[in-house]
């Protein structure tokens, strides 16, 4: 069973930046959109942004616009987060997301494949 495996996670003061990066655990896997979710104690998993391989084409919700960019490596099937001026806020379990259902999709009902997670501290 291919698993998405997520790296770049840990502690940052306010104001700091962290990349999380996730590729498929066999990365000859392709997938043909790749997100990433993000959830925070007491809330629902939330859409963060994503990644369409067809078209190479990125996006980033619209109230995380201009601190968090998203990119990938198609030849390593790698989705990158990278994430500026972190806030208090963007605390949480980061999850990436892929699926071979389509384009690129804000519901995690779409997403087959999913990263255990990794943890965003942001500290004041």
């Known amino acids: 069973q291919v698993q998405l495996v997520e790296s770049g996670g840990g502690s940052v003061q306010a104001g700091g930046s962290l990349r999380l990066s996730c590729a498929p655990s066999?990365?000859?896997?392709?997938?043909?959109?790749m997100g990433w979710f993000r959830q925070a104690p007491g809330n629902e998993r939330e859409f963060v942004g994503g990644?369409?391989?067809?078209?190479?084409?990125?996006y980033v919700v619209d109230s995380l616009k201009g601190r968090f960019t998203i990119s990938g490596d198609k030849d390593k099937n790698t989705i990158y987060l990278q994430m500026n001026s972190l806030k208090s806020e963007d605390m949480a379990v980061y999850y990436c997301?892929?699926?071979?259902?389509?384009?690129?999709?804000?519901?995690?009902?779409?997403?087959?494949?999913w990263g255990q997670g990794t943890q965003v501290t942001v500290s004041s």
């Open positions: 997301a892929g699926s071979n259902w389509g384009p690129l999709k804000d519901s995690s009902d779409f997403y087959e494949y």
């Open positions: 066999e990365l000859t896997f392709t997938l043909r959109s």
């Open positions: 990644i369409g391989w067809s078209t190479g084409r990125t």
